[in-house]
């Protein structure tokens, strides 16, 4: 079965400054993988995903991530964060062997200080 | 287009009262449909899932159960609520391909007092 490990909690950056948010995952077959946001007082939305191909992904608003097979992460990253990146970020896992669970992280809440 | 409807959106129970929370999606036919439980610290955990009518797959054990009496609709029911059941429950679908991203519905707020 797969997992997923979001090792911070919550991450607090200045404006401006880059931002990673790490994510592992442990899977016995290939996967697919998501980063969801959800901002305050907001529903879930998708940021990016990996699926195959190019191990650099890009999404949403700046953000970008990078799947390492190795190191079964996926970690997140944005070069200079703004305020309005606040907001709470949840790693996701599909199996793609057809099957039909998206397990989630535990999430990382962001926290952009002026 | 395809839309998601969940309701209510905030529901306070006593302890040991049933529960029944529902889930519609509109724009699409034969969803995979979730339902998730939120909670600070824990992110969403994954209750149940089904991919057809009357399928219902079971990830946690827990006083909660799940049905699927139509296509699209997504019911998640409890006959007698603990304290523990308090949380932010999430109906989301998808397509049938696990690359594609979850739709989520607005969420229930549950506090079982």
């Known amino acids: 079965a797969q997992s997923v490990t979001q090792l911070d909690s919550q991450v607090p950056v200045f404006e401006e400054a880059p931002v990673e948010l790490r994510c592992n995952y442990s899977?016995?077959?290939?996967?697919?993988l998501f980063w969801y946001v959800q901002y305050p007082n907001q529903g879930l939305q998708l940021l990016l995903k990996y699926l195959s191909g190019s191990t650099l992904v890009k999404g949403i608003n700046g953000f970008e991530a990078e799947f390492n097979k190795s190191q079964t992460s996926f970690h997140l990253r944005k070069p200079s964060v703004h305020i309005s990146d606040t907001a709470e970020y949840f790693c996701a896992v599909s199996e793609n062997t057809g099957g039909f669970k998206t397990i989630f992280g535990a999430g990382t809440r962001l926290f952009v200080k002026a | 287009s395809q839309t998601i409807h969940q309701w209510p959106a905030t529901l306070v129970q006593p302890v040991g009262s049933p529960l029944s929370l529902e889930c519609t999606v509109e724009?699409?036919?034969?969803?995979?449909l979730y339902w998730y439980r939120q909670a600070a610290g824990r992110g969403l955990q994954l209750l149940f899932y089904?991919?057809?009518?009357?399928?219902i797959s079971s990830e946690v054990p827990q006083n909660l159960s799940a049905s699927r009496p139509q296509d699209r609709q997504f019911i998640l029911s409890s006959k007698k609520l603990l304290l523990s059941d308090s949380g932010f429950y999430l109906c989301?679908?998808?397509?049938?391909?696990?690359?594609?991203?979850?739709?989520f519905g607005s969420g229930t707020q549950l506090s079982v007092l």
């Open positions: 089904s991919v057809g009518i009357g399928q």
């Open positions: 724009g699409t036919s034969n969803p995979n």
């Open positions: 899977s016995s077959v290939s996967v697919y």
């Open positions: 989301a679908w998808r397509t049938g391909s696990p690359g594609e991203k979850l739709f």
